[in-house]
């Protein structure tokens, strides 16, 4: 074995280390080494580290971005002390809510730590089953924005556009999927180095495993599989998730969406760094703004996140919600989303002026306006939404049989509400075609397949464990209470929403 120090290291590679350096405590600095010792140890000696690949999934947000450039420091470190180091895969999940400010903060990520053409750095995007080298304009596939777009549509409407329900369990899914089409692509990966805690790990495996037993799975059989195991989970999880969306006979929804599980006889393992870094994003604010390039974006930069607009939308539902359905105004959901953000972002020790940053943009009548109009447009761009398909999402005017279609008619479309039996008649089954069949595939946007699916189905009863969407919910931590006013009553009580 090779263990001596390399007298040549590669051009770039010492002056890039010392710039990282220069941004990290001495706690990281130590925890940088220790990380390199461990895996070192787990290759079997230095000279063996070329043969092993680590892998980092990269949201493009800031605190995995932290993440890739610690594990970058790692790769530079091990480089520079044996002559040696590992392949650094980053593989980088995309969906139709993330938009190209997220794509052009990778790349000046990876341009700032020099991977964008180094050999030593295998940089992936994964747009659901397709993986590519990562370009910051590759376009993203139409097929994953057609699968999003009827998620959040059909979610939307079980949940009447319940922030978490309608935008991220299916989303949440396909993490999962992104994971273990990542870690076994081309020969898989020998070790995934994440940003969580192995507390955060291990109640999370716990939850899901929950989820699973009462969804019929062997969660024994999953344990003793490992990270396989809990894919294994979470593709049961999801397969009797999407049989409740989108109900009997649809099993070709269900298998587009079905988790990755890869395959069995390799088995990264997980290597946590939460135990050496501080995860206070402004502890580390000259790294990530200054030295790595990371703008917060007005899309990108929704609330809770940083690489993702769909809490844009989330806060907008909200708005239409007190409008039309509750006939108070816009802006008083909107106040009642912020209030819930709020809450969300203290939870997650964001740093104070991020905060007031976030909030800001909604702080006068002119900016809500602003925002409204900006989330009207993203919702068109991206998913090819109206407001008007917006609304009826969460009017929920289809599910329960059309319980609520006669008011949704009322309130959104009073020269249809003489029209509402032959609408009944369409939703049954009974008339298949005509212009009432034309109209609610056009202001609802869904097919009418999957308009007859949520008048057979219930809009999800979230105090109530009989459905995946409300058990998925339950525990689910980004919820709170919010200060509101029963529409019936006129009266302040409080009522539990969800978002990020």
């Known amino acids: 074995m090779n263990?001596?120090?390399?007298?040549?290291?590669?051009?770039?590679?010492?002056?890039?280390?010392?710039?990282?350096?220069?941004?990290?405590?001495?706690?990281?600095?130590?925890?940088?080494?220790?990380?390199?010792?461990?895996?070192?140890?787990?290759?079997?000696?230095?000279?063996?580290?070329?043969?092993?690949?680590?892998?980092?999934?990269?949201?493009?947000?800031?605190?995995?971005?932290?993440?890739?450039?610690?594990?970058?420091?790692?790769?530079?470190?091990?480089?520079?002390?044996?002559?040696?180091?590992?392949?650094?895969?980053?593989?980088?999940?995309?969906?139709?809510?993330?938009?190209?400010?997220?794509?052009?903060?990778?790349?000046?990520?990876?341009?700032?730590?020099?991977?964008?053409?180094?050999?030593?750095?295998?940089?992936l995007t994964i747009d659901h089953t397709e993986i590519r080298p990562f370009r910051v304009d590759l376009p993203l596939p139409q097929r994953l924005v057609d699968i999003n777009r009827l998620d959040v549509l059909m979610n939307g409407h079980r949940s009447a556009g319940d922030g978490?329900?309608?935008?991220?369990?299916?989303?949440?899914?396909?993490?999962?999927?992104?994971?273990?089409?990542?870690?076994?692509?081309?020969?898989?990966?020998?070790?995934?180095?994440?940003?969580?805690?192995?507390?955060?790990?291990?109640?999370?495996?716990?939850?899901?495993?929950?989820?699973?037993?009462?969804?019929?799975?062997?969660?024994?059989?999953?344990?003793?599989?490992?990270?396989?195991?809990?894919?294994?989970?979470?593709?049961?999880?999801?397969?009797?998730?999407?049989?409740?969306?989108?109900?009997?006979?649809?099993?070709?929804?269900?298998t587009v969406r079905s988790v990755s599980t890869g395959d069995r006889s390799l088995q990264p393992e997980f290597v946590s760094i939460y135990d050496m870094v501080s995860y206070r994003v402004h502890d580390h604010w000259d790294l990530i703004v200054d030295f790595l390039g990371f703008r917060f974006d007005d899309l990108a930069f929704s609330f809770t996140e940083s690489d993702c607009a769909n809490p844009t939308l989330m806060a907008h539902l909200r708005g239409l919600r007190a409008e039309y359905v509750e006939s108070r105004t816009y802006e008083a959901g909107i106040g009642e989303y912020l209030e819930l953000a709020e809450t969300m972002m203290r939870k997650k020790e964001m740093p104070d002026n991020l905060i007031r940053l976030a909030l800001s943009r909604y702080d006068s009548p002119a900016k809500q306006v602003e925002r409204r109009e900006l989330a009207t447009s993203f919702a068109r761009d991206v998913f090819g939404l109206s407001e008007a398909a917006l609304t009826a999402m969460v009017f929920s005017p289809f599910t329960n049989e059309g319980a609520r279609l006669e008011?949704?008619?009322?309130?959104?479309?009073?020269?249809?509400?003489?029209?509402?039996?032959?609408?009944?008649?369409?939703?049954?089954?009974?008339?298949?075609?005509?212009?009432?069949?034309?109209?609610?595939?056009?202001?609802?946007?869904?097919?009418?397949?999957?308009l007859r699916t949520l008048y057979r189905s219930a809009l999800v009863d979230f105090g109530a464990p009989a459905s995946m969407m409300s058990r998925v919910r339950a525990g689910d931590p980004h919820k709170a209470q919010v200060k509101t006013v029963d529409p019936g009553t006129g009266l302040p009580v409080l009522q539990l929403i969800s978002g990020r």
């Open 3 to 123: 263990d001596q120090p390399n007298n040549d290291p590669r051009p770039g590679d010492r002056e890039r280390y010392e710039q990282l350096a220069a941004f990290l405590s001495d706690t990281e600095l130590k925890g940088i080494v220790a990380v390199g010792d461990r895996l070192v140890e787990a290759a079997g000696g230095s000279d063996r580290l070329p043969e092993r690949r680590m892998m980092v999934a990269y949201g493009g947000g800031k605190d995995s971005t932290y993440v890739v450039a610690f594990v970058r420091a790692v790769q530079l470190h091990l480089q520079l002390t044996y002559g040696h180091t590992f392949l650094m895969r980053v593989a980088n999940m995309r969906h139709a809510g993330v938009p190209l400010a997220v794509m052009e903060n990778i790349h000046r990520v990876y341009d700032a730590l020099g991977l964008l053409d180094d050999e030593r750095a295998e940089l």
């Open 407 to 450: 008011a949704f008619l009322g309130t959104c479309h009073p020269e249809m509400a003489s029209r509402a039996g032959e609408l009944h008649a369409v939703l049954r089954g009974d008339v298949s075609a005509g212009d009432a069949a034309e109209w609610l595939e056009t202001v609802s946007a869904l097919s009418l397949t999957d």
């Open 164 to 254: 978490r329900p309608t935008f991220c369990n299916s989303c949440n899914l396909a993490v999962a999927d992104f994971y273990g089409r990542a870690a076994w692509w081309q020969g898989g990966v020998d070790v995934i180095m994440t940003g969580d805690s192995r507390r955060e790990q291990a109640l999370y495996s716990a939850w899901i495993l929950r989820l699973a037993k009462a969804s019929g799975i062997d969660v024994d059989e999953c344990r003793r599989m490992g990270f396989q195991g809990l894919l294994t989970a979470l593709k049961g999880i999801g397969d009797t998730y999407f049989r409740e969306l989108f109900g009997a006979g649809r099993e070709d929804e269900v």
